[in-house]
């Protein structure tokens, strides 16, 4: 059983850009969930998901910032324009229904 | 709201020697503990958890935390520090589920 699986592992931005961030959840997981961790901090909460719902987005800044769990396919997380203050390491785990949680090994944003 | 303080940054020990890291946290019901280890570049890895029941928890690479309710702490022990530990360990809190607030993270050194 595959763990999360999350790519790219490292994004480059240009500020302007888009940034789509992936996560397949494990084998049976239906519970997304994405975290920030910005350089030299803990992570924080960002959105949970199951599938095609969000459950509870209240980490998720206002704007620019989206999350999507399709029927069929991975997790989106996408960041519209991003600024330097995107910069950071973005976890997606995944649990089955009300389980322990599994993370991946995270995606780096870079904002150049 | 609830929220999760490690105190110390930065720790460093000596190999051999015993280890405890410190995790107050703030909430209003029994939470849900967990301690997580975060090698470089890569994702959280659990190193254990608390739910219920016995306060003193084991769990993997030799780790152990006690779950303190009168004090709101849930410290991270272990007798004899390998150089392998040396990471980042964050404490986490939950009420259910696994949208988990962190702690902002303590990063271990190991010195030979």
């Known amino acids: 059983n595959a763990g999360v699986m999350q790519n790219p592992r490292h994004l480059v931005r240009r500020r302007g850009q888009e940034a789509r961030l992936r996560c397949s959840p494990m084998k049976g997981h239906s519970h997304v969930y994405w975290y920030r961790q910005l350089p030299e901090e803990g992570l924080k909460f960002m959105v949970y998901?199951?599938?095609?719902?969000?459950?509870?987005e209240s980490g998720m800044p206002k704007e620019r910032f989206s999350a999507e769990f399709p029927k069929e396919g991975p997790s989106i997380l996408r960041i519209q324009q991003v600024v330097r203050g995107d910069s950071a390491a973005y976890f997606c785990?995944?649990?089955?229904?009300?389980?322990?949680?599994?993370f991946g090994q995270g995606t780096r944003l870079t904002v150049v | 709201a609830q929220s999760v303080t490690q105190p110390d940054i930065h720790i460093t020990v000596s190999e051999g020697a015993s280890l405890e890291l410190r995790c107050n946290y703030s909430y209003g019901a029994t939470p849900y503990l967990f301690w997580y280890v975060q090698s470089p570049g890569q994702g959280l890895q659990l190193l254990l958890k608390?739910?219920?029941?016995?306060?003193l928890v084991q769990g993997i690479k030799g780790f152990e935390a006690e779950f303190k309710r009168s004090q709101s702490s849930f410290n991270l022990r272990k007798p004899s520090v390998h150089w392998s530990d040396a990471a980042e360990y964050f404490c986490?809190?939950?009420?259910?589920?696994?949208?988990?607030?962190f702690g902002g993270g303590t990063r271990l050194m190991v010195k030979p």
């Open positions: 608390y739910f219920s029941g016995d306060t």
């Open positions: 986490a809190v939950t009420n259910a589920g696994n949208m988990l607030t």
């Open positions: 785990a995944s649990s089955p229904s009300e389980g322990e949680a599994f």
């Open positions: 998901l199951q599938k095609e719902n969000i459950i509870d």
